[in-house]
C-alpha cells in the first residue's frame, strides 16, 4: 500500500493513506465507535427535542459519516467538515457541507460563529493539539458552546499482565509513539485533553474513557462484537500506520517492518492477550462571560467532572 503523505507549506502534515482501504476503515471505525458509545455520535448536551446546535464545525471530518449523520439529525443545523483530503460523499444532507482546508491554520468562519466543534481520531494530525485545536475552538466558539474531542490513546494495556512490555505489538505501540513524537505528530494526547479544556477556558468539562478490546476476547457479548470489529480495523491499517511512521521517521527497512507485522498481527488476534486501547470522550462548554483563550484563563466554573473509567470490560 502506498502511504500518502500531505504537504503544506510547513511540511510534512499526515502520515496516513487516504486510499480506499482507509475510507472503508473510516466508515467502519464510525459503526463501532457509535457501538461503543451506546449507539451515539456525541456526549455534549444536545436533543433534538430541546437543544439543537445552530453551527458545527466537525474538524478533520474524514468520510465525513459523523457531519452526514449530525446533519440528518438535526435538519435545521449547518454542519461544516474541514479536511485535507476531498474524500467525502458528493450526495449529501443540505445542511451539511464539506471543505478542504488545512485545519491547523487559521479555520474560515472561525469568528465565533459555531455553536458545537467536534474531532474525532485525529491525535497524529496535530503538532500541537492544545494550540492547534483547543485554543482555536474556544476562539471559534459562541458564548454556551461545547467542544467535543472524541481521541484514541495510542497504547495497549492489559489489566491482567497478560500483554507484557516485552511482546511485538508493546513494542509496536512504543516505536509508533516514539515515531509521532520525532515527527511532530504526537500520537498520544488523549488523556490531556481534559487538562488542556480547563487550561483554554473550557467549563463543565466531562472526560470519559472507555475500553476497547484488541480482539473478541472478553466474554460480555457487546465487548466481544467491538472487540472483533476493533481487530479487523486494526489490521486493516497496521500496514499504512507502520509504514507512515516507522519507515518514513524511524527509517526502518519495509523488508524488516513486514517482518516485525507478523508477530505484531499475531499478538492483535491472540486471545490469550486480553489487551485494550483507550478512547477518549472529553466535551467543555465555553462559558457564557468568556475568559481568555491564552492558556492563563481563569476557570469560572468549579463544576467541572471526570468521570471515571467505564467498567466496561468484565473479569475472565
Ligand atoms: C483518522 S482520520 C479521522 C477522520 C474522522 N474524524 C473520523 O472520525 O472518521 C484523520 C483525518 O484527519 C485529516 N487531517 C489530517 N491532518 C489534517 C489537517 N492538518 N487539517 C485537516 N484535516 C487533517 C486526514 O485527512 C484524515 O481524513
Known amino acids: 500500500m502506498a502511504a500518502r503523505i500531505t504537504h503544506t507549506g510547513q511540511g510534512v502534515t499526515y502520515l496516513f493513506p487516504n486510499d480506499q482501504i482507509e475510507i472503508e476503515r473510516?466508515?467502519?471505525?464510525?459503526?463501532?465507535?457509535?457501538?461503543?458509545?451506546?449507539?451515539?455520535?456525541?456526549?455534549?448536551?444536545?436533543?433534538?427535542?430541546?437543544?439543537?446546535?445552530?453551527?458545527?464545525?466537525?474538524?478533520?471530518?474524514?468520510?465525513?459519516?459523523?457531519?452526514?449523520?449530525?446533519?440528518?439529525?438535526?435538519?435545521?443545523?449547518?454542519?461544516?467538515?474541514?479536511?485535507?483530503?476531498?474524500?467525502?460523499?458528493?450526495?449529501?444532507?443540505?445542511?451539511?457541507?464539506?471543505?478542504?482546508?488545512?485545519?491547523?491554520?487559521?479555520?474560515?468562519?472561525g469568528d465565533g460563529s459555531f455553536d458545537y466543534i467536534h474531532t474525532r481520531f485525529t491525535t497524529g494530525c496535530w503538532g500541537d493539539m492544545f494550540a492547534d485545536i483547543v485554543v482555536k475552538a474556544f476562539a471559534s466558539l459562541q458564548p454556551n458552546g461545547w467542544l467535543e474531542c472524541q481521541e484514541l490513546q495510542d497504547m495497549a494495556f492489559s489489566d491482567?499482565?497478560?500483554?507484557?512490555?516485552?511482546?511485538?505489538?508493546?513494542?509496536?505501540?512504543?516505536?509508533l509513539v516514539e515515531a509521532s513524537k520525532r515527527s511532530n505528530r504526537p500520537l498520544v494526547a488523549a488523556a490531556q485533553l481534559r487538562d488542556w479544556f480547563e487550561a483554554a477556558g473550557f467549563v463543565d468539562?466531562?472526560?470519559?474513557?472507555?475500553?476497547?478490546?484488541?480482539?473478541?476476547?472478553?466474554?460480555?457479548?457487546?465487548?466481544?462484537?467491538?472487540?472483533?470489529?476493533?481487530?479487523?480495523?486494526?489490521?486493516?491499517?497496521?500496514?499504512?500506520?507502520?509504514?507512515?511512521?516507522?519507515?518514513?521517521?524511524?527509517?526502518?527497512?519495509?523488508?524488516?517492518?513486514e517482518v516485525s507485522l507478523v508477530d505484531v498481527r499475531k499478538d492483535i488476534t491472540n486471545p490469550q492477550i486480553h489487551a485494550y486501547n483507550r478512547f477518549y470522550v472529553v466535551w467543555g462548554r465555553k462559558p457564557a462571560v468568556p475568559t481568555t483563550a491564552s492558556g492563563s484563563a481563569v476557570v469560572v466554573s468549579s463544576s467541572s467532572s471526570r468521570a471515571s473509567m467505564d467498567t466496561l470490560i468484565p473479569a475472565q
Open 26 to 109: 473510516l466508515d467502519n471505525q464510525h459503526e463501532l465507535i457509535k457501538i461503543l458509545l451506546d449507539n451515539k455520535i456525541y456526549l455534549s448536551p444536545w436533543s433534538r427535542d430541546k437543544t439543537c446546535p445552530s453551527k458545527v464545525l466537525d474538524v478533520a471530518t474524514g468520510t465525513g459519516r459523523w457531519a452526514v449523520e449530525l446533519g440528518d439529525e438535526f435538519p435545521s443545523t449547518t454542519v461544516v467538515g474541514i479536511d485535507l483530503s476531498p474524500i467525502q460523499p458528493t450526495l449529501v444532507p443540505l445542511n451539511v457541507s464539506f471543505f478542504v482546508q488545512d485545519a491547523s491554520e487559521d479555520w474560515e468562519d
Open 160 to 175: 491482567d499482565g497478560s500483554l507484557t512490555s516485552d511482546m511485538p505489538l508493546s513494542v509496536w505501540c512504543r516505536d
Open 205 to 257: 468539562i466531562q472526560e470519559k474513557v472507555y475500553k476497547l478490546p484488541i480482539n473478541g476476547w472478553p466474554r460480555d457479548p457487546r465487548l466481544k462484537k467491538l472487540g472483533e470489529m476493533w481487530q479487523v480495523n486494526m489490521q486493516n491499517g497496521l500496514q499504512a500506520f507502520s509504514y507512515g511512521f516507522m519507515h518514513r521517521v524511524l527509517g526502518k527497512s519495509k523488508a524488516e517492518i
